[in-house]
Nanobody, 127 residues
């Protein structure tokens, strides 16, 4: 199985940028479709962005489209989420997720589609 560890969260002001990283270990990272989710206090976990095995396909939640960019470096076994123009409503714990994928096309947009999760990293955006 794959192990995932997020990093890069913190406290920023509205309009600032952050880059989250998710380091993977244990299995061949390039075999996995990856995603980012977030969960704010009192709310359900929600989809943020997803990427196929080889960077070919990406998909974003409407709330982050145009501000966030998901990418991966398969040589470094790392997934990224570049977050620009952050808003207070982006405040949440951010989780990366992985699932074995059969091809280079599939992106997975639902939480139940992922079998492996990291522990999360807190992002707090002040007004």
């Amino acid at each position: 199985q794959v192990q995932l560890a997020e990093s890069g969260g913190g406290l920023v002001q509205a309009g600032d940028s952050l880059r989250l990283s998710c380091a993977a270990s244990g299995r061949t990272f390039s075999n996995y479709a990856m995603g980012w989710f977030r969960q704010a206090p009192g709310k359900e976990r929600e989809f943020v962005a997803a990427i196929s095995r080889n960077n070919g396909n990406t998909y974003y939640a409407d709330s982050v489209k145009g501000r966030f960019t998901i990418s991966r470096d398969n040589a470094k076994n790392t997934l990224y989420l570049q977050m620009n123009s952050l808003k207070p409503e982006d405040t949440a714990v951010y989780y990366c997720a992985a699932q074995v994928s059969i091809n280079n096309i599939v992106v997975i947009r639902t939480a139940h589609g992922y079998g492996y999760w990291g522990q999360g990293t807190q992002v707090t955006v002040s007004p």
